[in-house]
């Protein structure tokens, strides 16, 4: 195991977060299990404290940190989760977002009290914005979205309440064939994987990418890490990132046999899936791994399948437009 | 108190049916909160057996039935409620539905096992149509959707739940001021009632109507029951009754100080923000409670509010409607 993600730590951090956090949201129906031919848990985090799992990842980060200011760079999920720890630990921050990210987005980071930077990539890159930020601010703590232990960590007390929900009271076995877990940077699937490794060895991981973003499924045939030439234009927009972390790369690599890559129009089905099956509002990366169910049904068939819905922040316009489309 | 529903046997059914049916979702956000200017909790029946309330009371109803044949009339939630308890309880089950009555509630009806006899109303009335297959099928049951003591009963069951989630562990008392729930029939809010006279009568139960279908705040207001001309057109196609039933007026003329009226844009508004600040999808009767609060804000300032969401069924091209309309 990684130096500093230890079990003795991850333990600790499963006995400490999730006073912070709200428990996952578990949920299946009948319809849903017809949709997919298997039997199908959701776990949800649309309900999850600012309304994506990388608030685990932002608490758990932060906690632990002194600085007074956070900086962090985010047209998404993850400002918001760094803004409303902020405001949770008494700390200042300020998220760098692209000028073009959603306003409703920036209007949440500033509702928890974070301060909105607007960049315009197509001057600068984001990475040079960072550190010309970070050298305005070298008492700040720059806040990284996946390849740190505290973020895997964070997260991998979501694998634990899956592992955990699915344990059988009578034989205390784990009841489950299979989870399936979004990719884009790696932190949340790293954070499974490494729930999965302590409590459930048996029980497979499998990884869902977009096919437009499928850098960690070139990576894992490979076998090192891909980076794609530019930020991949699927609409699952949490998945956008162009290759896996370091340290979440030592993981995938390891601890994956498998990753489905999902087309556009099978993310956009499992969205409308999820909204008349399971009455649930999802974002396109949100339903990536029930456009996996969709894609590859015969994997899954009949099997106890776990699907993580990793968050539910999606514009209007953006959500209409998929659901009233064919 | 009613000569069957007693404390005893509603006590019995708090006893019974939550081992049939699911533990609502409560939820809360801070962009909710800052949405409302009240401190909002939302008891969800969203992700309930077949995706609202509806199910506490068919399954309530039906598992004390001995018939083998179950018939009902219903466009909407309480049809498929009762094709899924049948479904349990091993009972055929026939829905008369309004022709022009959702594609998707008719396709789930028969998801669950019940047989679906399409109807026109512009020929007949629905109650002639009912009368008929009575006739028909004189050993069948006629499941009653509200007016109906066991009815009641299995909705109190959600009270229970409300008022017990704001217990506080220390003093015992109820930490809340306020419950807003909606009304067609009256048949849920009857179970408020009931479950808030035996748990916590200093809590107020507040009722919430479409301006459009405001029958029972007319009916509050003159002492009586007032029955609309026609079925009113709101969009809350849950709260489109012309009356509430016998049993409900008994409950709600004693139980309720108010009702507040919610115009058909404020019920759109309350659909959108909790779209948008609790990643919740609701169906527009769902949205009343919500509604209200952005009608009426004075009323709750600062209070703890419960704002029950009734259910998550809409077909997408209501939904996409509503949140793609001003």
Known sequence: MHEQLTEEYVRKVWAELPAHVKPTTFHGTLLLNQALGAEVTLASETL???GSFKFRAAYNLLREVDNDQVITTSSGNFGQAVAYACMLLGKRCTVLMPANSSRSKQANVRAYGGEVKLIDTSIKSRQLYTTEILADHPDAFYAPPYDHYRVVA?????????FEHFRSPSSGSIELDCVLCPIGGGGLISGIVTARDILAPEVEVGGVEPLLGNDAAQSLK??????LEAEPQTIADGARTPSV???NWEIISRGLKRIVEVPEDKI???LKTLYAAANLKVEPTGALTTGAALTQPDLFKGK??????????VDPDVYVRILAGD
Chains 1, 2 share one sequence.
């Open 48 to 50: 999850q404290i600012t």
């Open 154 to 162: 964070g997260n991998s007390t979501l694998g634990r309440e899956i």
């Open 222 to 227: 490979a076998g090192h890490v891909v980076t």
């Open 245 to 247: 972390g370091k340290l």
């Open 268 to 270: 956009a089905a499992g």
């Open 304 to 313: 106890r399948v776990c699907l993580i819905v990793s968050g539910g922040n």
